[in-house]
């Protein structure tokens, strides 16, 4: 898809990268090769220009994550899921400016790796700064913000997908559980039924000694970053197949 972009080049919105796409010039190189004008005389060479220094920076998702907006972040997924993790937290659910991280759960789509606060947390910090890609789901107004306030110094991946807005525009609503039971996801009998404010108790009945609710704590987390992989995927396969037929 990203190479189907042409909307990160300043002066382009959607409806001229579908002009483009209707004169048959799906790709950066297409538009690079064609030889009459495009949208016009004027405007091309500079197009063409930045399709060059887009060609030169594709292994480069800052270059591209600066450049497209929040909403349409989805289209660097599938040049840069080699470099993707699925990042969910959860937190103590104290007062505001109280409230701590408890877990962290990250999940690159083949191993979990998981973060628990007085443990293994600060670990974190190091893990996180071999992505390039994090994947959320309402984590722009939750999980980063709670992330950079408890690391200061933080560099986190230069791209994010936040999966609740990217759903939102293919028509699904609700909370991360509601939308996945759209997708036909279920989760075990242990954890089903499962919220935030459920997770809260069970860090707190861990603090009062009982490993069990830390091991079901876990569990739940496990759960959202894995099937974050699922909604993503089939979101982007949904996503690019409606804006490429139109």
């Given at each position: 898809m990203l190479e189907h972009t042409f909307i990160h080049i300043q002066g382009i919105g959607p409806k001229t990268e579908q002009k483009i796409w209707r004169q048959g010039i799906h790709t950066w190189g297409q538009f690079l090769s064609h030889k009459r004008p495009v949208i016009s005389l004027t405007r091309d060479p500079m197009i063409r220009a930045q399709l060059e220094t887009s060609l030169e920076?594709?292994?480069?998702?800052?270059?591209f994550s600066d450049r497209l907006s929040v909403s349409e972040?989805?289209?660097?997924?599938?040049?840069?899921?080699?470099?993707?993790?699925?990042?969910?937290?959860?937190?103590?659910?104290?007062?505001?400016?109280?409230?701590?991280?408890?877990?962290?759960?990250?999940?690159?789509?083949?191993?979990?790796?998981?973060?628990?606060?007085?443990?293994?947390?600060?670990?974190?910090?190091?893990?996180?700064?071999?992505?390039?890609?994090?994947?959320?789901?309402?984590?722009?107004?939750?999980?980063?913000?709670?992330?950079?306030?408890h690391f200061p110094g933080i560099t986190l991946p230069p791209g994010h997908i936040d999966l609740r807005f990217f759903l939102k525009k293919l028509g699904y609503r609700g909370g991360l559980k509601t939308i996945e039971k759209e997708f036909g996801l279920e989760r075990d009998s242990d954890i089903d039924g499962m919220d935030g404010f459920e997770a809260v108790r069970?860090?707190?009945?861990?603090?009062?000694?009982?490993?069990?609710?830390?091991?079901?704590?876990?569990?739940?987390?496990?759960?959202?970053?894995?099937?974050?992989?699922?909604?993503?995927?089939?979101?982007?396969?949904?996503?690019?197949?409606?804006?490429?037929?139109?």
């Open positions: 920076n594709r292994a480069n998702i800052g270059f972040q989805w289209r660097l997924f599938d040049e840069f899921k080699e470099r993707v993790v699925y990042l969910d937290i959860e937190t103590s659910g104290g007062y505001p400016g109280m409230d701590e991280i408890t877990v962290i759960g990250l999940y690159d789509g083949q191993e979990v790796r998981t973060f628990v606060n007085g443990h293994n947390l600060e670990g974190f910090e190091i893990e996180i700064a071999s992505y390039k890609l994090i994947i959320t789901f309402n984590g722009s107004s939750f999980d980063l913000p709670f992330i950079r306030r069970l860090w707190r009945a861990y603090q009062w000694g009982d490993q069990k609710a830390l091991d079901l704590l876990i569990q739940y987390n496990t759960a959202d970053i894995v099937n974050l992989k699922t909604l993503m995927e089939t979101g982007y396969d949904q996503m690019k197949s409606r804006l490429l037929s139109q």
